[in-house]
């Protein structure tokens, strides 16, 4: 997802932003690491409070890797795991699908491409052999090619017709330049029809590796047979991924930007400096992005901009992390002639939280909302915790990071939020509104 995307949903709803971070461990969950015969690790979570099993997994690369010109490919790629393998065409291969109870799905972002499956524990031979064909002897007919590409096509047609398109295609150029966090994931109307079954075959065979491999396993399966599922999957995949090196990148701030069109309303968008997960100061600036604009109806930026002023429905800021790139963000939606107030509102709501800090009040209510509600986000099912899981290894964090996480963030103090505030906030962001006669 890039960062405008996210920025669009928390223009309109003040989603939790602490994500990952701000999850509290079920006190039943134990976190496994497991190596397979062949020496390819994953970690699992064994559960068999229903008889399913969920299996999860990214390979590192994503649409980074799509070659200049065939900008897309990855994407696409994504499209057809599903649409035949090995022997099987594409109706063959759906049926077998539907006859093994199995849910398969693949899809991809910047950083990674991604895989899952949820299968019966019962039936799990038969979805794990079709799932071994998909990852291993994709087709890529030419039939099933066109359609899949048809079909993307239709939705950047439908998506050029949205003024947040263009908005989208601006922000990510100013923060990004060059670099090819600025492509577009899904391609464009001129490099998608230029991509061949062969080109999906070369991505396949650069994307899909053991050392770029990360797997999580929850459910009904103990670390035996889950080892043997990682060589059966994972197994004969060649040893080394021939990725294009991507450079890490700060988002370009200090940029004024505005996109003129007739909507309702505007919207704002702000990107200030982010920080990784392994950084020392990663639980204050969760902390600090919380008390700003975090999920409870608490943050300060809730509390100006909405309850006191009425000024919006909804306004929020996020911690967004990628692999290259990380920033913090504020989104809302205002009345277009009050777009001007609305944004020297959280100007100042954000220059005061970076010139002193939180409260104790405040940081002792960011604690108790980050820790008790994480786990209705992060740890509700076999998925979300296959997906947490994977997040963790994607930001090489240690699997014990969930277990100290309740006492890293309790060990944060007011002054530790007041200097990363002033590390994040104090300095001039990135701007955009679109709307009508917008200025920023």
């Known amino acids: 997802m890039s960062i405008l995307s996210a920025l669009r949903r928390l223009a309109i709803v003040a989603i939790p932003a602490l994500l990952l971070a701000t999850?509290?461990?079920?006190?039943?969950?134990?976190?496994?690491?497991?190596?397979?015969?062949?020496?390819?690790?994953?970690?699992?979570?064994?559960d068999y409070a229903v008889p399913i099993v969920t299996i999860r997994f990214a390979f590192e690369g994503g649409t980074t890797?799509?070659?200049?010109?065939?900008?897309?490919?990855?994407?696409?790629?994504?499209?057809?795991?599903?649409?035949?393998?090995?022997?099987?065409?594409s109706d063959a291969f759906q049926i077998a699908l539907d006859a093994a109870g199995a849910e398969m799905s693949?899809?991809?972002?910047?950083?990674?491409?991604?895989?899952?499956?949820r299968m019966l524990a019962d039936n799990k031979d038969e979805a794990l052999d079709l799932l071994k064909l998909a990852i291993e002897a994709p087709r890529f007919d030419q039939n099933p090619v066109d359609r899949m590409r048809a079909q993307v096509l239709s939705a950047i047609a439908m998506s050029a017709q949205n003024p947040a398109t263009a908005a989208e295609k601006l922000w990510t150029e100013t923060?990004?330049?060059?670099?090819?966090?600025?492509?577009?994931?899904?391609?464009?109307?001129?490099?998608?029809?230029?991509?061949?079954?062969?080109?999906?075959r070369a991505q396949h065979k650069a994307l899909f590796a053991r050392d770029n491999l990360h797997v999580a396993i929850v459910g009904a399966i103990d670390a035996e047979a889950a080892a043997a599922t990682l060589d059966l999957l994972f197994g004969a995949l060649p040893a080394e991924a021939s990725l294009v090196p991507v450079a890490d990148i700060a988002p370009v701030l200090g940029q004024d930007?505005?996109?003129?069109?007739?909507?309702?309303?505007?919207?704002?968008?702000?990107?200030?400096?982010?920080?990784?997960?392994?950084?020392?100061?990663y639980f204050a600036?969760?902390?600090?992005?919380?008390?700003?604009?975090?999920?409870?109806?608490?943050?300060?930026?809730?509390?100006?901009?909405?309850?006191?002023?009425?000024?919006?429905?909804?306004?929020?800021?996020?911690?967004?992390?990628?692999?290259?790139?990380?920033?913090?963000?504020?989104?809302?939606?205002?009345?277009?002639?009050?777009?001007?107030?609305?944004l020297e509102v959280i100007k100042s709501v954000i220059a005061r939280l970076a010139a002193e800090g939180?409260?104790?009040?405040e940081l002792a209510s960011a604690k108790k909302y980050t820790i008790g509600s994480a786990a209705l986000q992060e740890m509700s099912s076999s998925q979300a915790i296959a997906g947490t899981l994977i997040g963790l290894q994607l930001w090489d964090l240690d699997i014990d990071y969930l277990p100290r996480r309740e006492e890293l963030i309790n060990a944060v103090t007011v002054e530790d939020v007041k200097a990363v505030a002033a590390r994040l906030l104090g300095v001039k962001p990135t701007i955009m509104l679109l709307g009508p006669k917008a200025a920023p």
């Not at 890797?65 to 065409?89: I, S």
């Not at 693949?106 to 499956?117: E, R």
């Not at 999920?295 to 309850?307: I, M, Q």
């Not at 939180?358 to 009040?361: G, I, K, N, Q």
Request: a negative charge.
């Open 358 to 361: 939180p409260t104790e009040a």
């Open 257 to 281: 930007l505005q996109v003129e069109y007739p909507l309702p309303q505007t919207s704002i968008y702000m990107a200030y400096p982010g920080i990784t997960h392994t950084d020392p100061q």
């Open 23 to 46: 999850l509290p461990v079920r006190a039943e969950v134990q976190f496994q690491q497991i190596t397979s015969p062949q020496g390819i690790k994953a970690w699992l979570v064994e």
């Open 285 to 342: 600036a969760a902390l600090m992005n919380e008390i700003l604009g975090g999920g409870s109806v608490l943050s300060r930026l809730t509390d100006e901009v909405r309850e006191k002023r009425g000024l919006t429905y909804g306004v929020s800021s996020s911690l967004l992390n990628q692999q290259h790139a990380n920033a913090l963000v504020v989104g809302t939606a205002t009345r277009a002639d009050r777009a001007a107030e609305t």
């Open 175 to 200: 923060l990004f330049g060059d670099h090819p966090y600025a492509r577009p994931v899904d391609g464009t109307a001129e490099t998608l029809p230029g991509i061949t079954p062969a080109d999906l």
């Open 106 to 117: 693949f899809a991809a972002d910047l950083d990674a491409v991604y895989g899952s499956m």
């Open 65 to 89: 890797q799509d070659p200049a010109g065939k900008e897309g490919v990855t994407n696409l790629l994504t499209y057809l795991f599903d649409e035949g393998a090995g022997d099987f065409d």
